[in-house]
T-cell receptor
Framework: SAVISQKPSRDICQRGTSLTIQCQVD?????MFWYRQQPGQSLTLIAT?????????ESGFVIDKFPISRPNLTFSTLTVSNMSPEDSSIYLC???????????FGPGTRLTVL | AQSVAQPEDQVNVAEGNPLTVKCTYS??????LFWYVQYPNRGLQFLLK??????LVKGSYGFEAEFNKSQTSFHLKKPSALVSDSALYFC?????????????FGSGTRLLVRP
């Protein structure tokens, strides 16, 4: 299984600012995913990030709000832009899932927006 | 559209008793099904999956799950619960024909195992 790290592990931010979350994997992977887990809620997929192509966003998520970079096969970033308190969530990256394989998740970034 | 239902927000069991966490799904065709566990302030940990083959699948920490196609269910079970099993459990489904590989998660079930 892949070992995934995320930075920062948690942050408290002021509304109107932006935060970039990093996701690092210990092996090369084709597909990376970004999920949001709002307080007391389940996980919702934000976007899929493949190296060398634009991220694919799910309904309700837009690139201007959640720009994603995927510069290589081991790294991705998610930026939460112009934050509001409604963006307070845990943000998780994951890898894997091809051909029936399971996805492995990072430890998450707990974001609080004041 | 794909969907997953976990009808119980919380399941309470006594240590040593068997536990069941329920999951039903809706997906066209044959689904890929997964169970994950989330401990406080931790990410999701993979427990087990059903892709094809034997309907009873065994996973980590003594958990198992049974795929029932006629009932479109994939309930998580353990013969003897431990206090340390207390956590949040998520069922997830993927449509094999969906090339995006994305997972659709259920709402989660909190398991409380009392000593």
């Amino acid at each position: 299984s892949a070992v995934i790290s995320q930075k920062p592990s948690r942050d408290i931010c002021q509304r109107g600012t932006s935060l970039t979350i990093q996701c690092q994997v210990d092996s090369q992977v084709t597909m990376m995913f970004w999920y949001r887990q709002q307080p007391g809620q389940s996980l919702t997929l934000i976007a899929t990030a493949n190296q060398g192509s634009e991220a694919t966003y799910e309904s309700g998520f837009v690139i201007d709000k959640f720009p994603i970079s995927r510069p290589n096969l081991t790294f991705s970033t998610l930026t939460v832009s112009n934050m509001s308190p409604e963006d307070s969530s845990i943000y998780l990256c994951s890898v894997g899932g091809e051909v029936g394989a399971e996805q492995f998740f990072g430890p998450g970034t707990r974001l609080t927006v004041l | 559209a794909q969907s997953v239902a976990q009808p119980e927000d919380q399941v309470n069991v006594a240590e040593g008793n068997p536990l069941t966490v329920k999951c039903t799904y809706s997906v066209s065709g044959n689904p890929y099904l997964f169970w994950y566990v989330q401990y406080p302030n931790r990410g999701l940990q993979f427990l087990l999956k059903y892709i094809t083959g034997d309907n009873l699948v065994k996973g980590s920490y003594g958990f198992e799950a049974e795929f029932n196609k006629s009932q479109t269910s994939f309930h998580l079970k353990k013969p003897s619960a431990l206090v340390s099993d207390s956590a949040l459990y998520f069922c997830a489904v993927r449509d094999p024909v969906d090339s995006s590989y994305k997972l659709i998660f259920g709402s989660g079930t909190r398991l409380l195992v009392r000593p």
